[in-house]
């Protein structure tokens, strides 16, 4: 029988740490379910028109922070698609869950343009400055 060579996180860039890089990832991932999911006498207020630029500014930093995290643009589309479902579940189990959130269309605007700001990091010279923080292997491919 042959093996199919299948390493978990072989998509991911040749880091020194490169499981403590994504579990921090998956700790924000995770972070952005809990805050969008608390009933909102649970949060800080926050002054009003932040709000959207915080949907856009918790996406954009996931999908940067995938970006910096794996080496194929295959990854990066599958993280996206990942991402952009988290927010449609997440507006839709806010109303579900009746505990004082509002599922909106704007946030899931935001959620997206975030999604979209932070793929297109990936085009740029930034997209492996966390591979350089790390001091990792430089050879990608």
């Given at each position: ?111 997206m343009l975030g999604i979209f700001a932070g793929f297109a990091t990936g085009f740029t010279p930034l997209r492996d400055l966390l591979l350089r923080i790390d001091g990792g292997n430089r050879k990608l491919g």
């Amino acid at each position: 029988m042959r093996q199919s060579g299948y390493r978990p996180g072989r998509s991911l860039k040749p880091f020194r740490h490169r499981w403590l890089w994504a579990c921090l990832w998956m700790l924000a991932f995770v972070g952005v379910w809990v805050l969008s999911l608390l009933p909102p006498r649970e949060l800080p207020q926050v002054s009003v028109g932040n709000d959207k630029l915080g949907h856009f500014i918790a996406y954009f930093a996931l999908m940067a922070g995938a970006v910096q995290l794996y080496a194929r643009r295959a990854a990066w589309m599958v993280m996206a698609i990942l991402l952009a479902l988290t927010g449609l579940g997440i507006e839709h189990l806010q109303v579900a869950m009746n505990v004082g959130r509002v599922g909106e269309r704007a946030d899931i605007t935001a959620n997206m343009l975030g999604i979209f700001a932070g793929f297109a990091t990936g085009f740029t010279p930034l997209r492996d400055l966390l591979l350089r923080i790390d001091g990792g292997n430089r050879k990608l491919g």
